[in-house]
């Protein structure tokens, strides 16, 4: 079994390289498209080359697709693609395993499902989306929404609709999206729920005393929404949610296998 996995890995290392080097990029190419997203800035040396070979493993893997016509360049895949590596920089891209295609359209995009309203009301289609994740199934994604990424993106709080989305993915992988991704071996399930649920609770009261929140109110939507909005305020607004949501930062600092807040020196 074993023997056959290793041949597995081998033949796709190899499918992989012959996608890559037909894609053709540079590594100019790849600076180039990732030049003006801060959290860049994090990643040097050799993390930094490790990060943009998985970008290219993970062109050759996935599908690009555009939505309703709008048409996607070499440097807007280069960075949607960077931008979901980042949180898998150091699990693996088989994390995303189970799902193949991205679809990208150039602003907020609408369902063709019904939908329920605050008011109980059903409406025939829903309010116009920046992503989405389906259950084995595409990422779909908004460009207008990817451009507007950052550390103080939405009432000044973190957005990254990418890694939002794709935290969904790494969520999916156990039971389904409820808040609670596979955890590692050195990790305890009990106390992820116990800490998150104790954030959960603190921040709708916080909310419910119209009190500031560090990161968007949509992530207490529901445990889903909570995960994939600390994800992307942990990888946006590190230092926030250091300082704010401690024990939230510890787990996820676990869990992602990074530690966006550099750790303090020693004097010598």
């Not at 104790?198 to 968007?216: G, I, K």
Request: proline letters at 6%; charged letters at 20%.
């Amino acid at each position: 079994m074993r023997c056959g996995l290793n041949m597995f890995k081998r033949l796709r290392h190899w499918l992989d390289n012959r996608r890559i080097k037909k894609m053709g990029f540079t590594a100019a190419q790849w600076e180039a498209a990732v030049a003006d997203w801060p959290v860049m800035q994090r990643y040097q040396g050799a993390e930094r080359e490790a990060l943009r070979i998985m970008t290219l493993r993970f062109l050759a893997r996935k599908s690009f697709s555009s939505g309703a016509g709008f048409q996607l360049t070499d440097a807007m895949g280069l960075k949607i693609a960077t931008m979901a590596c980042v949180p898998v920089l150091h699990l693996g891209l088989d994390w995303y395993k189970g799902w193949r295609t991205v679809i990208l359209y150039e602003g907020g995009f609408v369902p063709n499902r019904s939908y329920r309203s605050g008011d109980g009301i059903v409406h025939a289609k829903g309010p116009a989306l920046s992503g989405e994740a389906w259950f084995r199934g595409p990422v779909i994604l908004s460009w207008q929404a990817i451009t507007q990424s950052g550390a103080y993106a939405h009432s000044g709080k973190a957005s990254n609709v990418v890694i939002h989305e794709v935290a969904h993915k790494l969520d999916m992988l156990r039971d389904g999206a409820n808040g609670a991704p596979p955890m590692h071996p050195d990790m305890r399930a009990g106390e992820w729920h116990r800490i998150f649920t104790a954030a959960w609770d603190r921040l709708q009261s916080d909310f419910a005393q119209d009190r500031p929140l560090p990161l968007n109110a949509y992530g207490l939507t529901s445990p889903a929404e909570f995960f994939a909005v600390c994800s992307e305020t942990f990888f946006e607004a590190p230092e926030t949610m250091q300082e704010q949501m401690p024990e939230v930062y510890r787990l996820l600092c676990q869990f992602y296998r990074q530690q966006p807040v550099p750790l303090p020196t020693c004097a010598t």
